[in-house]
């Protein structure tokens, strides 16, 4: 039987990881948007109704599943949101291709600053509502930090990868080019050995470090 606390520690989860990957995707969407690529707007995929972003397998089965099974980490992902990066680097150039391919990344990094301060602000929790507003804050830093951590890997199709392939356009790095043209077929299958080896625990070192530092 599960108690009222339970029910709250699940609530503040799904909506925490909901708010981390969604806003994510918008952001990627919304500063495309910006530089004059409306694709996201014209799909409707700009807007805040969870409905539009939910992905079946990334957005509930895989977090179900990482959370049922006592992973010690949770992650998920929305719908990608379409972005026409010929427009907006024709608009703004390869600088506007890493902003857009950074723009999930900085909003993850950003909440989750916003949401240590606020939980810095508060007292013990006192109520059931005060114990959810505390635990959607921690759960809020803690998915934020992983999110916006594991997408800076330089793995494709992940960010991190290509806004490292808009800067080795900008400055012609043309090694780099070709390194991440030959990695792309099978970024996939790289990214599945490393979240499935003990390599993890190096690439997520990161964001252990970091969700300590944040969470004091």
Avoid: C
């Avoid at 959607?136 to 199709?157: A, C, D, K």
């Amino acid at each position: 039987m599960w108690s009222d606390l339970d029910i709250i520690k699940v609530i503040a989860a799904v909506l925490a990881l909901m708010v981390a990957i969604i806003g994510h995707e918008i952001m990627h969407g919304y500063v495309a948007y910006r530089y004059g690529d409306a694709t996201a707007k014209m799909a409707g995929r700009l807007s805040i109704n969870p409905i539009v972003h939910i992905d079946p397998i990334g957005t509930i089965a895989v977090p179900a599943l990482l959370y049922f099974s006592g992973a010690p980490f949770l992650f998920g992902w929305a719908k990608p949101v379409p972005v026409d990066m010929r427009t907006v680097i024709y608009n703004g150039g390869y600088k506007a291709g890493i902003a857009v391919a950074l723009a999930g990344v900085t909003y993850n990094f950003l909440l989750a600053i916003v949401g240590a301060v606020l939980l810095g602000l508060l007292d013990a929790p006192q109520s059931l509502l005060s114990a959810f507003i505390m635990l959607f804050l921690m759960y809020g830093i803690v998915f934020n930090v992983v999110l916006g951590t594991f997408n800076l890997w330089p793995f494709p199709p992940l960010d991190g990868s290509n806004a490292l392939r808009f800067l080795a356009m900008q400055f012609r790095w043309q090694p780099v080019i070709d390194l991440l043209n030959k990695v792309e077929p099978i970024g996939m299958i790289l990214l599945i050995i490393v979240i499935a080896t003990p390599l993890s625990e190096w690439f997520f070192m990161p964001a252990r470090l970091l969700i300590n530092l944040l969470l004091g």
